[in-house]
């Protein structure tokens, strides 16, 4: 099942260079599977939510978990990830892709000269 | 690094979670490494500040109805178990190889994602 192997690759990649597993997930559900962009991301946003729950209690055993910084940039997150939301439902999916395609280019860039 | 440009970058992180799907660990992890938090400290509290991220945009993505839920069932499982293993490795490999390899990877991927978007209808 090919949705199993995107998750396996996706974790994999996001334990190795700590990007997140939706650089991985969102490619591999337009390119591979086919997807439009909007269930991509939002199917990956739900998938991301188990897999950094299970990351957070792994580091947490360890003592590893900073609430309160935590909270200093996940709280303005949450806030403006509900305006980005509503945004995405208006724009055109080629739209959508294209500013995806240039984020990831970014995200290259900043992974090649870290 | 002031808390209100930590502020800023987290909204700039939730508008990317918003927009294209990602958890916005990858900027969460340089601005608390910025703050003064150790890489591993900086990898927790991200993973941390991704649940309510992805909780509220699930929520109002699911309100669009665009959540397949059996497959973000499946891949956050697939995800969660794998993730185990590539910190076993991660300790194993030289980290700047691979991550120039995985850049090189995601230009093409980004080339791709781009002309299927151009051939699309609008």
Redesign the interface.
Known sequence: ?R?????????????????????V???LL??VCGWQA???????????????????I???L?G????G?????????????????????RL??????????????G???W??V? | MTYALAIVLGLVAGGLAGMFGVGGGILFVPTLVALGLGYHDATGTSLLAIVPTVLVGTWRQSSYGNVRWRGALVLGLAAAVAAQGGVALAEALSDGTLRKLFAGLLVLVAVQIAWRARRADP
């Open positions: 099942m949705l199993v192997l995107i998750g396996l690759v996706a974790g994999f990649f996001s334990a190795l260079f700590g990007v997140g597993g939706g650089v997930i969102v490619p337009l390119l909007r269930p991509a991301a939002a199917t990956s946003l739900a998938a991301i939510g188990i897999t950094a729950l299970s990351g957070v792994a580091y947490a360890h590893d978990v900073r609430v910084y935590a909270a200093l940039v996940g709280v303005p997150a949450a806030i403006s990830v509900a305006g980005a939301t509503a945004l995405q439902q055109r999916t080629h739209t959508i892709e294209l500013l995806f395609a240039a984020f990831l280019l995200v290259a860039v992974l090649f870290k």
